[in-house]
């Protein structure tokens, strides 16, 4: 069957960086792609990863190594509206995402 | 409009009854979802739908029927709503550079 592993909750200080781990195991890749998800919103997209490596994008960046089938989310100077669930998706060999179930950061001043 | 609305936003809904959920997007994206949120558990793909006059089961379609009569609508129906069916539902297209998915602020209903 295919799966995404996230942590459940972390929690994190304001001004610090967090690292938000995702392993997976799917019927193929075609992409791997991190949600942010305030609570009582839409998901709204943060970043694609499809080659091995970092891809960064102001404070947040996010690694992908495919044999390894893992992935993480960088979030560097962390504020207090970055408290949000962060939620991992793989693209398949159909094309269809994958959804993990989410990690809910708590940022504390 | 700008990118994906849906209606109602929440609803109330007695077991048996039959309810619409509306999708509308202004993109023009040819590619459209139709998820489930529960807690606990990732979003879980109900029907897509890869271009107007085509549509396809997700992981859980049962209960549910969508319709894709033009490229910006896609409502979905629960024939006869039961309270398992009692969660937050939201569409999405997909386009763009990486043809990530958007979304809709969601519907939050309720079955009782």
């Known amino acids: 069957g295919q799966n995404i592993d996230q942590p459940t909750e972390m929690t994190a200080t304001e001004g610090a960086i967090v690292q938000i781990n995702c392993t997976y195991q799917?019927?193929?890749?075609?992409?791997l792609f991190w949600y942010q998800q305030h609570a009582g919103e839409a998901p709204t997209f943060l970043s694609y990863?499809?080659l091995d490596g970092l891809e960064e994008k102001g404070r947040f960046s996010s690694f992908l190594s495919r044999s390894k089938g893992y992935s993480y989310l960088l979030l560097k100077e962390l504020q207090m509206k970055d408290s949000a669930s962060y939620l991992c998706?793989?693209?398949?060999?159909?094309?269809?995402?994958?959804w993990g179930a989410g990690t809910k950061l708590i940022i504390k001043p | 409009i700008a990118g994906i609305t849906q209606a109602p936003t929440s609803q109330i809904l007695a077991a048996g009854r039959r309810m619409t959920l509306r999708c509308t997007q202004d993109?023009?994206?040819?590619?459209m979802y139709w998820y489930r949120q529960d807690l606990g558990l990732g979003l879980r793909l109900i029907h897509y739908?890869?271009?107007?006059?085509?549509?396809g089961k997700g992981e859980v379609p049962d209960g549910y029927s969508v319709s894709r009569a033009n490229t910006d609508d896609f409502p979905l129906t629960l024939a006869s709503a039961v309270p398992s069916q009692t969660s937050v539902y939201f569409c999405?297209?997909?386009?763009?550079?990486?043809?990530?998915?958007?979304f809709g602020p969601g519907t939050r209903l309720t079955v009782l």
């Open positions: 999405a297209s997909s386009g763009g550079p990486y043809n990530e998915q958007f």
């Open positions: 993109m023009r994206h040819n590619a």
């Open positions: 739908s890869n271009t107007a006059g085509t549509t």
């Open positions: 799917t019927s193929g890749f075609n992409g």
């Open positions: 990863n499809v």
């Open positions: 998706a793989v693209r398949d060999q159909d094309y269809q995402l994958i």
